[in-house]
Each structure stands twice: as C-alpha cells, then as structure tokens.
DNA sequence: ACTTTAAATCATCGACCGCTGAATTAAACG
DNA sequence: CGTTTAATTCAGCGGTCGATGATTTAAAGT
C-alpha cells in the first residue's frame, strides 16, 4: 500500500486544493464520512487491517488524514464502523427472508429452501449493490478467517441470524442431532466464506470454465451441494 | 503487536545475553534459522503478514532483527521461506495418500474414499506435528481468503495436488460435467480452509457441544458432507 | 448581526518501521 | 597455527506510522 498517485485528474470542480475550513454545502449524493468508509472497505477488503495504513485511505479518499481522526478516532474505529455500516441491513434482510420463506413453506421445509433463504439476500446485495458491497463481503470473508478478532467480531455481528438459521434447518431435518447440525453447519459456513471473498481462485484452477462472478450460479450450486451435505450428516443413527 | 516481555525467564544457560559474534557449538535439536521460522508461522499465522514486525519474529525468538536480514533478506522472504518450508512435505504426503488409494481401490472409487484420502496427511500432521503445523494451517486459511496474493501463492504451492485431487474425483463420478466438478471442489476447498483455521467459532456457537480441536471428528464430518454434495451437484442432466 | 458549532487542513510529535554496514566471536579449513 | 568463513550483535539511517493541537472557513442557531 503505497502510491504515488501525485496528480489524480483535475482535481473535480475549479480545484479547490488544500483550501482549509468548513466546505460551503454541496448537493453531493452522500457526505464524506460515507466517502471515507467506502475507501476504507474497499482497501481493507483487499489489504487487511494492518496492511492499510490511514494515509493510504485520506489519499485514496482525497481529504486530509485529521479528518477520518476527526469522524473516527482511532484506525480501529474506522475499521468497526465500516464492518458495522452493512451489517445491520444485512442482518435485517437475512432474518426477514428466513421468516418469510418459513411463513411460506409452513410444515414442509427442506433444507434447499432453508438454505436458498438464507444466501439470497447476500446474492441480491452483491448483485445489485454495486461494488461496496462486494468489498464488504470480501472484508467478512477475511475476518471469518482470522484467528484473533474475527472469531469474537463474527460472532457479535453475525451469531442472531446463524442461530435462526440452524433453528429452522432443525425443523427441516427432524430427528437430527444438535450436534450433527453444527458440524453441518461448520461446512456450509466454510464454503460460504470462500464465495463471498471472490478472489478468482476458481476461475484460474478451471482455466475459465468456472467465473466465481456469477453469484447466482454459486450461490444456487452451494445450496444443492450443502442441502445435500446436511441431509448426510443428519440422518445417521 | 506490541509485547513488552522485559525478561522472559532466566535467560537461558549462563545468561549469555547481548553477546556478539557466532556462538559456540550447542546441541540444539535445530538451528536458529529453523527457531526463526517457527516463530514467524506462528506470529504470521494469528496477525498475518503487516501484523507482525520483524522486530516482533526478532524479539520473540531472542535474536536480533539483523540476524533475520542475514537469513532471509527481506520481511517478505521471511515470509515466503515460512510457507515454503511445510508446503512440500505435505504436497508429497497428499500425492501419495491420493495414488495409494486409487491403486488400492482399482476401478471402485467413492468420493467419500478419495476426499478421505486427500484430507488424511492434514489429519495426521494436525494430530502429531506440534504446535508447528497447526500455525501453519492458519496461514494457509488466511491465504486463501486474501485477495491480492493469495490466490496467486495458494495456486503456486497447491495447484498440483488438487488437479490430481479432481482427477480421481472425475473418475469416482462418472458422468460428471466438469463444471459441475469444480464448483463441488469450491465448496470442499471453503469447508477445508475453515477447517483448517480452527479459530473456535464453532466451539463458541455451539456452546462446547462441538470441539474444533477434535481434527479427526471434524475431517470425518467433512469427508461425508462433501461426498453428498459432490453427488448431488454431480449427479444431473 | 453575532455567536456557536461543524467540517476541514496544516504542521508536527514521538514511536516504530524495514534495512544496512561495521564490528565481533567462534568454527572450519588449510 | 593462520586464514577464511559463518553466525551473531550493535548502532543507526531515512522513512512511515497513528495521533493531536492549532487554525481556518462556512453553516446553523439565536
């Protein structure tokens, strides 16, 4: 993480550089702090934590590094605000899905249907919520990962709507052990994460004949596979 | 990353501390170097590559940081030696693992047995290699969530042993469509790379009811989520 | 109109970063 | 035994790091 980057275009609207004090009011479409957070989710997405340093994400940003002390405080506030910017709305999306699918589906749950619930909001976001999101998911991806804080950062964030999840996959499979149904679920989580975090890897070892881009085809071949998964795990004597 | 440890214990046989030039002759079980890269796949492994400073390898093995330079000349050569050292090892052992079974199997290969056979070195070296080669499974689970390089190094040191993995696979399903082939393989590699991680996400969910140490329930559970997956994404038109 | 507050830059501080050249000590070699 | 080479610490260089206090500008409140 270091760029030059010593003249990045012409600077927008009649160059007002390194002018100090209060901007008079725009009519841009989201303020600065906003801008600041989409910077940084995208360079910590690809970077990490450590491997992004405050200055890269003023400069990127275009604005001095005082003022993401200033919205932010700390490197690690900066880091928490933006996990937590999406996953509200996520969390929300998710949960509402798999209420929905099991006020629909009543008595005649399947895992497929428990599962599908479960990723389509992350298919839609990732779709159509242009590339914020998808840094988003590959920052997820990266914290599932680490050792440190992802274990407990995951868990505060994410543990309601896995638990829901799991509560309806238990009426899905009756008779399944408890246990069985994390060590599923441990599976599916995996392979979940390997997605959000699109790094190409199986566009290159398929030479092409597989584009990890194509969320809809990933998301849809997960749920088969991982129903299929469940179904093997949980019904054993 | 910043541990103080003023005077971690005695300091060793006679105190020979801050003393220059080349050591007497010691016993060791190994050399320093070996020391060096045990240290750094374990920081490397829980803070990843901007996480750790070479003062941080430097002060955790008791050597000083130019002595790392005369090594491996460059932070990054440090790191790269790290994930080399184990990589060929177990490329052989999987390589081997995967021919032993497909001889001994002869035209009767299950998924369930080629998956097994390909997850058995991870199994064995988790269980009876130390503290050593658990890190270094952390770091390859972290490398393969990382964007930038990690898709490039995964494919350097592993692609061998996983086109040899879906070969076998390709002839335990008959039938297969290859596409199909590796998108089961990207579920396998996200499970595996969790796995792999053992960062105790599962333990905290499931409130001790599962123990990720447990490597050989965890790979078993794996092995048989797996083979239903690749025949259900496997087995249609 | 005056005051207060919000939003921004500037200049800088002390700490830490990766890395290097010189010195030192002991082993290996002849 | 003398020379070369391997293994180590020391001292420090130039650069970057996260963070802060002072200052400036414009909006908002009264």
Redesign the interface.
Known sequence: MTKPDPEAGPAGPETRKGRRGRPPKSEGPSGTSELILDVAEDLF???????VSIRDVANEAGVDTALLHYYFGTKLGLFDAVFKRRAEILNAERLASLDAYALKAGDALTPEGVISAFLQPLVEWGEKGGPGWKHYF?LI??A?????W??ET??RYF?DV??RLIELLRLALPGAR???L??????????????L??????D???NG??R?GDLR??YA??A??????????CARA
Chains 1, 2 share one sequence.
């Open positions: 997405s690809k970077h990490g934590l450590h491997g590959a991806s990266q599932n990962a680490n050792p440190v992802g274990g995951m868990a543990d896995i638990r408890d246990e069985d994390y060590w599923a679920y441990h599976n599916l989580s995996g392979a979940l994460t390997l997605t975090g699109e790094t190409g890897r199986l290159r070892l398929s004949l597989c990890s085809l990933a071949n997960m088969r596979f991982a129903a299929a998964g469940f179904r093997a795990l």
